[in-house]
């Protein structure tokens, strides 16, 4: 545990007791300010392996993004040491451009006014991809994104779930080691964000590219990533296998039944309970780590059944169980991020 001198080669990205302080400057009245300390990233250590797929996750505000853009050069930290296949990346941001990708969610990076295909050939240019290599990557991303189609709409004529996909190529066009995503999948309809990740997936397994997925959608962690890293007010807080955090987080899913007509809340023992009751429509909440099998044969066996899907427990529920439960250390205490002032720098 205690050395962290080697630089072992297996750790593609490297971040040891990273920090980003921003100080931010706040009205309070007329010509009076208040300079107030953000501790956005709170001393943060994890290391990424080569071919990984990673979760990041937290609440709003939680440093996600930040962090994100450490990464990239965007954003210098303000402590800590940081490393991207061996690259300080605020220092030689552009040595490291390329062999990142990036996808901002809220963001496009393509060019608003030009149809896609255009931001693709100016991409070729800036990153000076060989001809060869630019032409097999977009005829490959284009098949296996569905691009074919829209390559000359311009691309605010696109629909979110098409710009994202155009977006995820264009990060994708100089073949990079490493792929950021932040939120790729906010704001897409179900259908879309299927695609999203069945690509990802793809290109996690044939590719072996490297990636670090950050996303309020629990769905796309556990359908994509075996490691979840949470941040919680700038703080790693927990950093494993998805199953441990559900355990850490003593999560529960959503059994929704329609029954035929409107009836007593249903009896199911120890396995569920119901917490919603609308009509004949029922809620049971049961652990996240159980079969929902079994509780489907036991109401389906005793009560007229319409029908039933299963809701995935929502990840700000699992987090603010970990993180806020009674006794747990974290007692909420939200102004952990704002600093005193005066401190930090170090
Ligand atoms: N450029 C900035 N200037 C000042 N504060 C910022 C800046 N960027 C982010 N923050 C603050 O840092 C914290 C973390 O933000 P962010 O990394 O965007 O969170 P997330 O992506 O997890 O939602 C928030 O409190 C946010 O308001
Ligand atoms: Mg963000």
Redesign the pocket.
Known sequence: MSADVTVSESAFIEVDRVEKV?D?RRRTGFLKRELRR?R?VDAISFRVARGEMVGYI?P????????IKMLTGILTPSGGRLRVAGIDPSRERTRLAHRIGVVFGQRTTLWWDLPLIDSYRLMHRMYRIPDGRYRENLDRLVELLDLAALLEVPVRQLSLGQRMRGDIAAALLHDPEVLYL?EPTIGLDVVSKARVREFLRELNAERGTTVLL?THDLQDIEQLCSRVMV?DH?RLVYDGALSGLHEAGESERTLVVDLERELPPIEAGEAARVVRVEGPRQWLAFPASASAAPLVAHIAARYPLLDLSVREPDIEAVIAKMLYAPGSSGEGSPER?AVVPGAGGS
Do not use: L
Not at 60 to 67: I, L, R, V, Y
């Open positions: 921003f931010v953000v956005a937290g709003n505000g939680a440093g996600k993004s930040t962090t932040d950050t941040i700038g991020r």
